[in-house]
């Protein structure tokens, strides 16, 4: 968000009709992404279907991060076979941000509440310069309104804001978490959870939650993806401005 040597947008989506935790909880479940997303896309023949994310997986790893600016947790997709790229870990931020990498360079998603069973959806957009150098953007980033749904109502499912959107949603407008079965694939979910509650707790008795800094001098650019990755998969430059969020 601070960064000059790229070009920045914003998305803003059509209203999520449920509640915000349930946008947040998709965040950590990065098996998604095969399934809801690619095999969703190919099966309506798109020819972009996005292969990357449609590989198998070998596993996925998740960490609990807590830095003096902010915390979250880190995940990361690992693919299954020989010489396949490796994946830039990225993270859930708490409360309600993701971070992920995407083919233009780094977005953001902004999950914000409207109140408990409505949810705006806020995607700003980093593309960084391929030589590093600053690029001039006059006034406030351009914004874009993205659509989710059809004339009908129904959602069309054409990309994944779209795919999201139908799948939270049609858990109603609050998710009933009783009857649901976790598996090994929704250890991020659980993490999650407990953070979250951790940091409730925190506040209910006047403390700040984990990642809010109040030393000024502690408030520098924080950096998300991890040295030595790009926005998608490993790279040996460690010049690389791509780097740094």
């Known amino acids: 968000m601070v960064r000059q040597d790229g070009a920045k947008t914003i998305d803003v989506c059509e209203v999520l009709r449920c509640n915000w935790l349930q946008a947040m909880?998709?965040?950590?479940?990065?098996?998604?992404?095969?399934?809801?997303?690619?095999?969703?896309?190919?099966?309506?023949?798109?020819?972009?279907?996005?292969?990357?994310?449609?590989?198998?997986?070998?596993?996925?790893?998740?960490?609990?991060?807590?830095?003096?600016s902010w915390a979250g947790i880190q995940k990361q997709r690992v693919f299954a076979g020989e010489d396949v790229r490796v994946e830039a870990p990225h993270p859930l931020i708490i409360p309600n941000i993701l971070f992920v990498p995407v083919r233009i360079g780094y977005a953001l998603h902004f999950r914000t509440p409207i109140d408990d069973s409505n949810t705006m959806v806020y995607q700003f957009r980093f593309s960084p310069s391929k030589d590093g150098n600053i690029v001039e953007q006059s006034g406030e980033?351009?914004?874009?309104?993205?659509?989710?749904?059809?004339?009908?109502?129904?959602?069309?499912?054409?990309?994944?804001?779209?795919?999201?959107?139908?799948a939270w949603e049609t858990q109603g407008p609050i998710a009933d978490r009783a009857i649901e079965h976790l598996g090994e694939g929704d250890?991020?979910?659980?993490?999650?959870?407990?953070?979250?509650?951790?940091?409730?707790?925190a506040v209910q008795n006047g403390?700040?939650?984990?990642?809010?800094?109040?030393?000024?001098?502690?408030?520098?650019?924080?950096?998300?993806?991890?040295?030595?990755f790009s926005a998608f998969s490993f790279v040996r430059d460690e010049n690389s401005a791509e780097r740094q969020a």
């Open 187 to 201: 250890r991020g979910i659980i993490m999650f959870r407990k953070l979250l509650r951790d940091q409730i707790h």
């Open 25 to 68: 909880e998709n965040s950590v479940d990065p098996t998604h992404t095969y399934y809801l997303h690619s095999h969703t896309l190919r099966l309506k023949g798109t020819k972009d279907y996005v292969p990357f994310h449609y590989q198998p997986l070998s596993k996925v790893d998740f960490e609990l991060v807590v830095q003096p």
């Open 141 to 166: 980033p351009p914004v874009e309104y993205v659509g989710t749904k059809n004339g009908e109502g129904e959602f069309h499912l054409d990309n994944f804001t779209s795919q999201d959107h139908m």
């Open 207 to 228: 403390q700040d939650p984990v990642g809010v800094n109040r030393d000024p001098a502690k408030d520098e650019m924080i950096q998300l993806v991890q040295e030595g």
